[in-house]
């Protein structure tokens, strides 16, 4: 199936598109994730959800677990359940992300204060 485009929605310090929203079960989850310029997504894990990032475009800072890596396109990511996680954007393009999420019930987000 095709994609369904529809609205951006901004989360302060980068964007998402969420795609296939009610089309994969109930445990899956599609958006493309856009990371602003000059900016971080905080430090954060999920309860039970993995997610698999595929790097659309930019270069960034990405941090997961004890590792930080130089993440440029093409690149692929897996994050595991309870793994902290977070992205660091510094250059003048934003950084985009294709992101699926399984084992996906809804918002498990922890955000870590900084």
Known sequence: MKAEIKNLVDRDTYRKLPLFEGELPEDSYAQIVEVKPGQTVKRHYHLHQYEL???????????????????????????????????????????????????YHGDDSVWLEE
């Open 53 to 103: 990032f595929c790097i659309m475009s930019g270069k960034a800072k990405l941090g997961i677990g004890d590792r930080e890596y130089e993440a440029k396109p093409g690149d692929i990511f897996l994050v595991k359940p309870k793994t902290i996680h977070w992205i660091i954007n510094e250059r003048d393009e934003p950084f985009k992300l294709f992101v699926v999420k399984l084992n």
